[in-house]
């Protein structure tokens, strides 16, 4: 029912663009990306001075936003949870990513490790299958002058 929303990856996280230029460049008014600030849709930075800056990130999810409400008819909480669940499976997926590669590192070590070690290291007894009720008495040898 809902697309994937797409955020480019090249999009810059510098947050460098004032609110009216970050605003034409989404199509929408000024106080609109207020409302959606307010509202958690979309994180400003701040100036020094206290005004709002965004990142072409930021921009890109506002097309996002703006797209999912009026050709979609997604409500702005229901926006907002499709943001936070889309944000949730990135961040899940690369953590999958980054334990899938610990893993193969742990592999590897393990398949070096494996090969260097000898058939019996690590052993202090080897069993022996033949197993001899013999007993054996041992005696010193007497030495020439007793």
Request: hydrophobic residues 40%; without cysteine.
């Amino acid at each position: 029912m809902y697309e994937e929303i797409h955020i480019s990856t090249e999009a810059s996280d510098a947050k460098v663009l004032i609110i009216s230029v970050a605003a034409r460049l989404a199509g929408m008014h000024p106080q609109t990306l207020r409302q959606y600030d307010r509202l958690g849709l979309v994180q400003a930075g701040r100036a020094g001075g206290g005004g709002r800056r965004y990142s072409e990130r930021d921009v890109a999810l506002l097309r996002e936003v703006q797209r999912l409400s009026q050709e979609d008819g997604v409500n702005l909480a229901g926006i907002k949870r499709i943001i936070g669940l889309e944000q949730l499976v990135g961040d899940l997926q690369h953590r999958i990513a980054e334990l899938e590669q610990e893993l193969e590192e742990a592999y590897t070590r393990m398949a070096r490790m494996e090969a260097m070690r000898s058939p019996y290291a690590g052993r202090d007894l080897v069993r022996q299958e033949n197993h001899s009720t013999a007993l054996v008495v041992w005696r010193p040898r007497r030495s020439p002058d007793r």
